[in-house]
């Protein structure tokens, strides 16, 4: 099995009339969910979809999401699944304009910044919404996504055939160097094998039953749930949305969840409400009462986030690491050997080695940036050839831009992030587009972003902001300038306006002695830490 089409094939034949997804009080089978996949594909190809072409999925956690995803597969087309708390035009219209999309299935919430986009992008010609159109919201682009549905005889939309194993199967945006998203190819394979490894690592089964709260434009969510849960013909129970957490919790109660996949903010805030009796016998006796695992993902998990979480709700929790690049994961706990403060090993048909600055490898101990190679990783950066060779060492293993360390029994350690990344509730925040931004208002002379972490293993963005000399700007003046040109989750949450910012005889600006100074200060008298 080498494509997502003999995945879907596979699954509907081996699943049937089995329940595939649980959404409230709906449910699809794995047998519909393939008629309905064949259906939706074939009026995406009346609308140009055909091998190669890109659509753009922004959307909430549903069974439309999938169904979108698979039936772009099907024809060999590509799928363009983006972050949609992304609604700032210019970064959204860049990204749609970068792909090509030929159209986008959404939902009516984020109708008017897709609209407000749309002027920007000459090859956008058609917007599918899967609930109702607002009047007051419509775009003229706007169609029903029901009215991509058409009948679809065997074999439809020209069978699996219409895509290769070497195919891409979907572009996923990640901040560059620049601050400007990269689109990362990833191809059939790439997801395929990724998610094969991925279950033979947790030691998954049929009998697990699995529960998605992570957006599905996450490729941790998408690898890691949606895919195993198809690979394994497993009931996926889905939550549009991570918050507010009680339904989910129900459900999961009632579905019988064994495996919960989560980011570790998730962890930590379920550790700290389990604090409470009551809660805490609802939690472990209904919601996890069935969950034999956790995994984590998409940010460093505390220890004691691990710890607690174990200890008051019963459930072992093993962590994952990787980047979309490959797919996501790289490396995972095993089960059985579960070392906190390690990452796990690399998984199946994955090799990891730490290299110095010249590209030598280092021997097991030392400290360096971790490289990647195998079947996970991507094809390449979309359009950008020479960003792809630049994220390949000579010898052809893919350069994280982590740095990190394996022991002599081979557990992967993350000790920091070469580039300036910082991790928000599991979404990247690049530190240079944030300082582009607060470098356009008039008093600001420079700044420096840092992630600055906090009890529950999340970063929040602190800025440090040097003002132009004779200017007077107030912090709450500069919030609100943020607050018009930055998404939520990329806005500083605290600025200090400083008279300098450490540099090195380079004038680059020491950010590792900030972070370090914040740490300092965060660990007080009087402090957590102290």
């Not at 419509?138 to 005889?153: D, G, N, Q, T, W």
Request: with cysteine.
């Amino acid at each position: 099995m080498s494509t997502l089409n003999e995945l879907l094939d596979r699954a509907a034949r081996e699943g049937g009339r089995r329940v595939a997804y649980a959404m409230g009080e709906r449910t699809m089978s794995f047998e519909e969910l393939r008629r309905e996949v064949l259906s939706v594909a074939e009026g995406l190809r009346a609308a140009g979809a055909g091998k190669g072409e890109r659509m753009a999925i922004i959307h909430r956690n549903a069974p439309e999401f999938v169904i979108a995803y698979l039936a772009l597969s099907r024809l060999g087309a590509i799928a363009v699944p983006i972050n949609f708390m992304v609604q700032k035009p210019d970064e959204l219209a860049y990204m749609l304009r970068d792909c090509g999309a030929l159209g986008v299935v959404t939902q009516a919430e984020f109708l008017p910044g897709i609209a407000a986009a749309a002027d920007k992008c000459p090859a956008l010609k058609s917007v599918w919404v899967s609930d109702r159109i607002p009047e007051n919201r419509a775009s003229p682009l706007a169609r029903a996504f029901a009215e991509l549905k058409r009948p679809a005889s065997e074999p439809a939309a020209g069978g699996a055939d219409h895509a290769c194993e070497d195919d891409v199967a979907a572009i996923l945006y990640t901040s560059g160097t620049t601050g400007f998203p990269k689109g990362v190819m990833l191809t059939h394979r790439n997801l395929v094998t990724n998610c094969d490894s991925s279950i033979k690592r947790i030691l998954l089964t049929k009998r697990d039953v699995t529960v998605c709260i992570l957006p599905m434009f996450h490729s941790f969510a998408w690898t890691a749930i949606v895919l195993t849960s198809l690979r394994l013909t497993l009931k996926c129970v889905i939550s549009p949305s991570i918050a507010p957490p009680k339904p989910w919790l129900k459900a999961m109660g009632a579905h019988g969840v064994t495996l919960f996949a989560a980011v570790p903010q998730v962890y930590a805030a379920l550790g700290r409400e389990a604090r409470d009796w009551k809660t805490r016998l609802f939690l472990r006796f209904w919601a996890f009462r069935k969950t034999r695992v956790g995994v984590s993902g998409a940010a460093p998990l505390a220890p004691a986030t691990a710890k607690t979480f174990r200890e008051t709700l019963g459930v072992p929790i093993v962590e994952g690491w990787g980047l979309t690049e490959t797919s996501p994961v790289a490396t995972v706990t095993p089960p059985d050997d579960i070392r906190l403060g390690f990452v796990g090993t690399p998984i199946e048909g994955v090799e990891l080695k730490v290299v110095d600055d010249d590209e030598r490898e280092l021997p097991r101990g030392a400290e360096g940036e971790i490289c990647v190679r195998g079947d996970n990783v991507m094809k390449g950066y979309w359009g950008l050839p020479e960003a792809t060779a630049a994220a390949f060492t000579k010898d052809g293993w893919l350069k994280t831009g982590d740095v990190g360390l394996i022991d002599a029994d081979g557990f992967l350690a993350i000790r920091d992030r070469k580039k300036d990344m910082i991790i928000v509730k599991g979404l990247k925040v690049f530190s240079a587009q944030v300082e582009a931004v607060i470098a356009e208002n008039p008093s600001v002379e420079e700044s420096a972003i840092i992630g600055v972490p906090d009890e529950a293993g999340d970063e929040t963005i602190k800025a440090f902001v040097v003002l132009k000399k004779g200017c007077c700007l107030e912090k709450s003046a500069l919030m609100q300038f943020l607050r018009e040109k930055l998404d939520a989750y990329k806005r500083p949450r605290d600025v200090e306006i400083v008279d300098s910012l450490p540099k090195n005889a380079l004038q680059k600006v020491l950010k590792r002695e900030l972070r370090q100074r914040e740490l300092a200060k965060n660990a007080g008298p009087g402090k957590k830490g102290a």
